[in-house]
């Protein structure tokens, strides 16, 4: 079982910055795949990207140059970096785990209960 808790979101303005946080609990986290999603209302969840066991990273292409994800295994938490924020990214951001290496949602595990983002005009 693995547990996840994001932290960091909130209010931002267009061409701003937030770093999210994920802290993880449970079973040994750095053999997790962690995962970063999005869900804008009334929209689908979204891959935003993942980090591997030894943080190789993969990005959806939307979001290339200006998220960045990392992990540190010794305080078992990822993050998410974003960068020149905009309106479209408001969303709910979660973090998830799984032991496959995916973008797909449906195999992660492991969620986490969201945290909001905003960006304003």
């Known amino acids: 079982q693995v547990q996840l808790v994001e932290s960091g979101g909130g209010l931002v303005q267009s061409g701003g910055s937030l770093r999210l946080s994920c802290a993880a609990s449970g079973r040994t986290f750095n053999s997790d795949v962690m995962g970063w999603f999005r869900q804008a209302p009334g929209k689908v969840r979204e891959f935003v990207g993942r980090i591997s066991r030894s943080s190789n990273t993969y990005y959806a292409d939307s979001m290339k140059g200006r998220f960045t994800i990392s992990r540190d295994n010794a305080k078992n938490t990822v993050y998410l970096q974003m960068n020149s924020l905009k309106p479209e990214d408001t969303a709910v951001y979660y973090c998830?785990?799984?032991?496959?290496?995916?973008?797909?949602?449906?195999?992660?595990?492991?969620w986490g209960q969201g945290t909001q983002v905003t960006v304003s005009s």
């Open positions: 998830a785990a799984t032991i496959h290496t995916s973008s797909a949602a449906s195999v992660y595990d492991y």
